[in-house]
């Protein structure tokens, strides 16, 4: 996963200490129910699609951008799910970030731009599951995030989750 040019410039200055950072994760539902996932590069694990905002970018496009940029599929953004903080992450470069994310539910804006999911340069393998058939190695993080749009989708009422 390519470090952003922004979080580059701040390393100069800050070494490989701590940044917090923000994130967003895009938890994408097909029409049929099933989920996007994909494969990630830096741990194998499959994942939702998840990345770092642009500085100035709003967190809903950049959602979108990021599910477009790694998997092809064009999405709407359709509701805020859950603001989480994860923990602190350290990278085999030495470098430590932690992200508050903010995770949306969102829909492909067509069949014809669903089934075009396909590879790109921050993924081993894209793939649709059904929710009942997720992979073995969907990571802990993403688990919790669907589990969120899940819930948004079957208990509206409930509104985006936040630590109570």
């Known amino acids: 996963m ?3 040019p922004y979080v580059v410039a701040m390393r100069q200055h800050v070494g490989t200490a701590l ?15 099933r989920v996007l996932l994909g494969r990630r590069v830096d741990t194998g694990e499959w994942a939702l699609v998840a990345g ?11 959602a ?12 709407s953004v359709d509701q805020l799910v859950a603001v989480l903080t994860t923990p602190p992450v350290t990278y085999p470069n ?36 059904a929710l009942d058939a997720l992979p073995a190695g969907l990571s802990d993080g993403s688990r919790v995030r669907l589990r969120h749009a899940v819930e948004a989708v079957t208990e509206p009422e409930r509104g985006p989750y936040f630590v109570r």
């Open 64 to 75: 979108a951008r990021e599910v477009l940029e790694e998997t092809g599929v064009e999405v």
């Open 19 to 33: 940044l917090w950072l923000p994130g967003v994760t895009a938890v994408v539902l097909s029409d049929d129910g």
């Open 94 to 129: 030495g470098d430590v970030c932690q992200f508050v994310d903010l995770t949306f539910l969102c829909r492909p804006v067509s069949e014809a731009s669903a089934a075009g999911a396909h590879v790109a340069d921050e993924s081993l393998d894209v793939a649709w599951f």
């Open 2 to 4: 390519p470090i952003p």
């Open 52 to 62: 770092h905002l642009d500085p100035g970018e709003e967190p809903a496009v950049g």
